[in-house]
């Protein structure tokens, strides 16, 4: 059976380690570890996956999951490789956004509580609201010199242009929450992101400063798209796991849009597929990349995660019908309510059912009423049919003028697409 630490690292979610780490895995004791997170927003976003994932594959191997969400840490903020100094945020938010994570950690984690590895939610702020400003330095300040907090390369360039003490002491914050976990939980191992390391590690010595004891520490890797910028963002926003935030469809469509090569490494670390199954679809992808089956995968394993499994059908409907093969006969099969939900995302133009009964020719309903909002002229129009890229209920329009639309989706709808990204719907009211 494969361990923990060879699984992490054949996955390509293992990073740092502390040394030793493989054989603490291979002790067979059930290992208390914790990551953090602070609730600076009211979602996490894909960004935070991986650390998810790690967690969820953490207590998978029969281990127990700490979730340590920084009420705390959260009103300092992290400046581990940070440009500037972030904005305070009220503890009313913060509140606000540790209640939301907490809902959406259960759809990664196993709360259960006759579960002997249930996962655990904790928050700092239970332990520093307790701890004055002495006793704290007492406890934490005088094991851990400044000269070994500079040291650490997350914080060296901000030492250099400027950092306040408020932020520089979030280094030691994080550390004394390993060593309260370590005091009352047993927990032994710290995990998480790359430009955790250096805090991980001052955590690991102050817990040995004072108590004499080894613990653990790793971190996975920070990811970026294959153009090299951050992971997570689309098009300059965050892809959150909030549906409010960015709609199931869109959350579907990030992944489809993934490239191959950045499908190939998400696939093995966002989701929990068998390692012999993955190496399979590698197979299936390079004899039929057209097809991309590992964007298909990772849209249908994340989206049902994240989303519920009815949503992730409907994004795939969506999907389908906007950019997939979907013709004419595809949308007649489906539910109206699984359509209707396709409409909600498009552009809709209402025009009046007597407007319809009275002409029901393709220019009379559709150009008229498309040359007032989405072309700038009817010459922009013709031009459209004349490049074939102007359809009407999925069929290519090839002359406007002699089209009769015999046939309403529904019995209300009308499909105009343009080009192969813009679709709208024409209502008949």
């Keep these: 059976m ?75 903020g992290d400046p581990s490789f940070k440009k500037a100094e972030r904005q305070f945020l009220s503890e009313d938010v913060l509140i606000y956004n540790q209640e939301c994570i907490k809902k959406q950690l259960e759809k990664f984690l196993d709360f259960s509580p006759n579960l002997k590895n249930k996962a655990e939610i904790v928050n700092n702020m239970d332990w520093y609201k307790n701890i004055g400003i002495i006793d704290f330095l007492r406890e934490a300040g005088k094991n851990i010199t400044v000269n070994y907090m500079e040291a650490k390369e997350s914080v060296k360039k901000r030492i250099v242009d400027g950092i306040s003490f408020t932020e520089f002491s979030y280094q030691l914050l994080q550390a004394y929450d390993f060593f309260y976990l370590n005091s009352k939980y047993d927990v032994e191992l710290q995990m998480g992101g790359a430009d955790q390391w250096g805090n991980i590690t001052t955590g690991i010595e102050l817990v040995r400063r004072k108590t004499g004891k080894t613990v653990h520490g790793l971190t996975i890797p920070l990811l970026t798209k294959a153009d090299g910028t951050k992971f997570g963002k689309s098009e300059g926003n965050n892809v959150w796991l909030d549906p409010n935030l960015t709609s199931p469809y869109d959350f579907y469509q990030f992944w489809i849009n993934s490239s191959d090569e950045e499908a190939k490494k998400l696939i093995s670390i966002f989701t929990t597929i068998p390692s012999d199954a993955i190496d399979n679809l590698f197979i299936l992808h390079e004899k039929n990349p057209e097809q991309r089956i590992l964007q298909n995968t990772l849209a249908r394993e994340l989206t049902t995660l994240v989303h519920g499994e009815d949503l992730y059908k409907k994004s795939k409907i969506t999907s389908d019908i906007l950019f997939g093969n979907a013709d004419l006969e595809y949308i007649k099969n489906l539910k ?94």
């Design 2 to 76: 494969q361990d923990l630490f060879d699984f992490l690292l054949k996955r390509g979610i293992l990073k740092d380690s502390t040394s030793n780490l493989k054989d603490f895995f291979n002790s067979g004791k059930m290992i208390n570890g914790y990551l953090g997170t602070d609730p600076t927003a009211s979602s996490l976003h894909v960004g935070h996956l991986a650390a998810l994932m790690l967690l969820k594959n953490f207590q998978n191997f029969g281990h127990k999951p700490f979730m340590l969400v920084g009420g705390a840490t959260g009103m300092i």
């Design 336 to 429: 109206e309510e699984d359509f209707v939900q396709v409409c909600e995302s498009l552009p809709m133009i209402e025009i009046s059912r007597e407007s319809f009964e009275k002409d029901k020719n393709a220019y009379s309903v559709v150009g008229e009423n498309l040359c007032e909002k989405v072309f700038s002229s009817k010459g922009e129009l013709k031009r459209s049919i004349k490049e074939n890229s102007f359809f009407v209920n999925k069929k290519k329009v090839c002359d406007i003028s002699g089209y009769e639309i015999d046939e309403l989706l529904f019995e209300k709808y009308i499909l105009v697409q343009r080009g192969s990204k813009k679709f709208y719907v024409i209502v008949i009211k």
